[in-house]
């Protein structure tokens, strides 16, 4: 017997037909002799509907009775899924976040987890009822309804799934695991057997948005195992238990399934990442002194402005030089303001802003044991002739700062140089 927390997305969940579906799985799971818990979505859309209500109802409307509209989503589709599992003969029942409680601090429309009342839920679920929870809502410590953010489900299922100390925290979605890239622009793309959380940040940070990224983060704290798979399968498919989806563990669980033989062949690089949300800024005639740096970034870190790849140029002869970094995309109107703003202080002759930019980064554990990495990469960039305008590096990821247009021919060309391309 295995407790398992599973958990369904928008679209698994969008109509009684669908839910349905998923109905089943979860009850072929519980059939296995498993404790199981569910978390839900709200309905593809719902939630994006009921944020247009609160906008329209009040432009400056109160954050905890934003929390009320947008949050019942969730409580409907939880609903729906208890009363289906019944249909199928089933033992189910809903627990709504307040119920539980999920407690969660007082940040309306962002709240974050403090702790999960487990008790009545864990003896519940050992009676052999299954346990539906609604993703996405908590309990603030005055006693009203939170939510945790936008995609926020995936990180109440991690934090469920180790609330209840689960084997497995299984992520259904509408695709059937991680791929070694964007399988829209490689065709070729491998589904993964297993990544581990670091490189699941790196990926889901800079383009592969299967996760919410703060529940990877939150997974890897508690050492929950992650699956991601599908919904969106045939009647006779295998059980999750077979792993037909993507594992997302730590080092040491994932070295153990490769000992074990489940045919998780590691490759060197796992996985190539795009992300064309990040806006290139330079800064001409910077004077090339002591403090010039500090005076740029500062005031941009003061407005929670994320710089992430820098390079200054050489200093031209009169002492000055050209500083090139990157912001997201969303943020660079906000930058230009504040660095024109700071003009006099910093000193510079031109701000230039520049969106027509795509980073793509190598990802992989592996490149920690081993040199060459950045070097395969930068050749077969230039054999295509695709030019490298900024460059950062950590222990396992090589990002490369190029024009947008370039973004599927060198995602494509670095997919084939490190051998990532499926045989056939
Ligand atoms: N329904 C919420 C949203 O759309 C939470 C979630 O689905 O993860 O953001
Ligand atoms: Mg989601």
Not at 15 to 35: H, L, P, Y
Not at 114 to 129: P, R
Not at 225 to 230: A, G, N, T
Not at 357 to 376: D, F, P, Q, R, W
Request: charged fraction near 25%; include cysteine; hydrophobic fraction near 45%.
């Amino acid at each position: 017997m295995a407790r398992i927390v599973m958990k369904f997305g928008g679209t698994s969940m969008a109509g009684t037909e669908r839910i349905r579906r998923v109905a089943q799985i979860v009850k072929a799971q519980a059939d296995r002799g498993d404790e199981v818990a569910v978390v839900v979505s709200a309905m593809a859309g719902d939630t994006d509907r009921l944020v247009g209500f609160c906008r329209e109802a009040n432009a400056l409307y109160d954050p905890a009775e934003y929390d009320v509209v947008v949050s019942a989503g969730e409580q409907i589709t939880s609903g729906l899924l208890a009363m289906t599992l019944q249909a199928l003969g089933a033992k189910a029942r809903s627990w709504m976040g307040w119920q539980l409680p999920v407690q969660t601090g007082s940040a309306h429309s962002k709240a974050k987890i403090d702790e999960i009342e487990t008790g009545a839920l864990l003896s519940s679920m050992g009676e052999g009822t299954i346990a539906v929870i609604p993703g996405f809502q908590g309990r603030s410590p005055g006693g009203r309804i939170t939510t945790l953010g936008r995609g926020g489900s995936d990180t109440s299922a991690v934090a469920v799934a180790a609330a209840v100390d689960a084997d497995r925290c299984d992520i259904y979605t509408d695709v059937d695991g991680v791929y070694t890239t964007d399988p829209r622009i490689v065709a070729r793309a491998r589904k993964l057997k297993a990544v581990t959380y670091e490189e699941m940040l790196e990926l889901a940070s800079v383009g592969a948005k299967v996760l919410q990224t703060r529940s990877v983060g939150l997974a890897m704290k508690a050492g929950v195992p992650i699956q991601v798979l599908s919904s969106f399968t045939e009647e006779d498919a295998p059980v999750a238990d077979t792993i037909p989806g993507t594992m997302i563990v730590g080092d040491e669980r994932l070295a153990q399934m490769e000992k074990e033989g489940s045919s998780v062949e590691r490759q060197l690089i796992t996985g190539i990442a795009h992300d064309k949300n990040e806006a290139k800024i330079t800064l001409t005639r910077v004077p090339d002194k002591p403090g010039a740096v500090a005076h740029i970034f500062e005031p941009l870190s003061d407005a929670n402005i994320n710089v992430d790849m820098i390079i200054q140029n050489v200093a031209r002869d009169k002492g000055e030089t050209d500083v090139t970094f990157t912001v997201p995309a969303a943020d660079l109107a906000r930058a230009t303001d504040i660095l024109e703003n700071q003009r006099e202080k910093i000193g510079f002759n031109r701000v230039i802003p520049d969106t027509r930019v795509a980073k793509i980064s190598v990802v992989g554990v592996g490149m920690k044991s081993h040199a060459g990495v950045a070097s395969t990469m930068f050749s077969a960039l230039a054999d295509r002739k695709i030019n490298i305008v900024a460059i950062t590096t950590s222990e396992i990821k090589v990002s490369v700062l190029i024009d947008e247009d370039e973004t599927e021919l060198a995602v494509r060309v670095l997919h084939t140089a490190y051998g990532l391309d499926a045989e056939g």
